[in-house]
């Protein structure tokens, strides 16, 4: 058994020291310290490059990606530390993938929100991987439910903050929510 | 399939008024479908909340880096960092913080020779953009501040555990630590909008927390 002490385990405090670490790097990085905004990069690049995956096809996630990365070095004289980085970088994410969608203007047959495509995306066969068979059932959903699904369940955004972002009312965010769900019920497996 | 199921989300969500709420539940103990569509739904939720973040396929770093003029394109992933570095990182306790109060004293020492100088100390030379700073170091050194205040508590408190030698190290870096953080603070009071002020505080306190995170991997291993 580890000989600890509670001092030293007074020192774990990760969340803290963490978000410390990191307003520090955010303020290097704001000066032009490329090496501290590297060490941003490493720490969130997971998290925004499946949070790109996820709501934008996964052969231009690593595109998003970068632009996500390449904007956040502009606008961090505008962090204030109000919040973690993580937060503010999500966010910042959140609306450059959502700018990116309304530039391109997606005019593919998943942005028709018809219930047969939904259903469509529940017949899909199961495969023996249900975690990627459930992130693939997800890529398939139409644009809108896609997008709530994920910033709601996925990301923790509420329906009011959902609405805000899409530009829609709360109730069509729980509609749209609630058929994403219904869809993605048939991947659960047996 | 009925009128209830539309209604399943909110109830799992319990974002559903409270009138709805309860003919709801009225519902769900005689409909069968309805208590596993449910299920289902909450599974779906589970599900999601679940989900793992991947990295991408392939490294994104030298791409932002060029775009973003940066001159430090050579990667500090830890994972390209030859194993002889790594190991440059076993310190004992004592070692490790005594490590990060040279750098700490280093560090005070050129806020004072900062501040002598009126700021004739320019930022680094590869400061590529003109600088315009968080206001964010009040708030950064007070949100570590219970920290360092609960160590120097349970310091005390446990001291007869430790070694004597290490606790005078302790104690001394701690005093050196608070001496840096005050007078830094001091100077940006004095100087808010010192750009080597700024970066060199910011510096010292990503130092810290780094010096923080050591010492706890440390402790684990005591």
């Known amino acids: 058994m580890p000989n600890t002490t509670p001092w030293i385990e007074s020192l774990r405090e990760p969340t803290l020291v963490t978000a410390d670490a990191e307003i520090a790097d955010a ?20 998290r925004i490059h499946s949070l790109a995956r996820r709501m934008i096809d996964a052969d231009e996630a690593d595109d998003v990606t970068q632009d996500i990365f390449v904007r ?11 919040s973690a980085f993580g937060t503010w970088l ?9 700018a990116r969608r309304k530039t391109v203007g997606i005019s593919r047959q998943r942005h028709d929100a018809r219930e047969d495509v939904l259903d469509t995306v529940g017949a899909r066969p199961v495969t023996p991987d249900l975690g990627v068979d459930f992130e693939g059932a997800m890529a398939a959903l139409p644009e809108k439910a896609k997008q709530v699904f994920v910033l709601h369940d996925v990301e923790g955004y509420t329906h009011e903050e959902i609405a805000t972002m899409l530009d829609i009312v709360p109730g ?6 609630h058929h994403a769900r219904m869809a993605l019920r048939r991947h659960l497996g047996a | ?6 209604k399943l989300s909110e109830y799992l969500d319990e974002t559903l008024p409270a009138g709805e709420r309860a003919a709801l539940e009225a519902h769900l103990t005689t409909c069968a479908e309805c208590r596993e569509t449910l299920d289902e739904l909450r599974r779906v939720v589970d599900r999601a909340r679940g989900l793992d973040d991947r990295q991408p396929s392939k490294d994104l770093w030298s791409g932002i880096a060029t775009r973003i003029g940066s001159k430090a394109v050579v990667s500090i992933d830890r994972a390209r960092v030859p194993a002889r570095a790594a190991r440059r990182l076993s310190f004992s306790v004592p070692q490790a913080l005594a490590a990060g109060i040279a750098l700490m004293i280093v560090s005070s020492g050129a806020v004072w020779l900062s501040l002598r100088g009126n700021g004739s100390i320019q930022p680094p030379a590869d400061t590529s953009r003109s600088i315009d700073m968080p206001a964010a170091w009040h708030q950064v050194d007070s949100s570590v501040d219970p920290v360092v205040a609960n160590l120097r508590s349970t310091l005390q408190h446990n001291r007869a555990q430790l070694n004597d030698s290490t606790v005078r190290i302790l104690e001394k870096n701690l005093a050196i630590i608070d001496s840096a953080i005050a007078e830094a603070r001091r100077a940006l009071d004095a100087d808010p909008n010192n750009n080597y002020l700024n970066h060199h505080l910011a510096d ?3 130092r810290r927390a780094d010096l923080l995170r050591r010492v706890s991997t440390l402790g684990a291993r005591t």
């Not at chain 1, 290097?28 to 997971?46: I, K, P, W």
């Open chain 1, 27 to 46: 303020t290097l990085a704001a000066s032009g310290d490329a090496t501290a905004f590297e060490r941003l990069y490493r720490a969130h690049v997971a």
């Open chain 1, 72 to 82: 956040a070095w502009e606008k961090l004289s505008t962090f204030r530390a109000e």
């Open chain 1, 90 to 98: 999500h966010r910042l994410a959140v609306n450059v993938i959502l």
């Open chain 1, 172 to 177: 069509t965010s729980k509609s749209q929510l």
């Open chain 2, 1 to 6: 399939m009925d009128r209830w199921t539309e």
């Open chain 2, 204 to 206: 010292v306190v990503r």
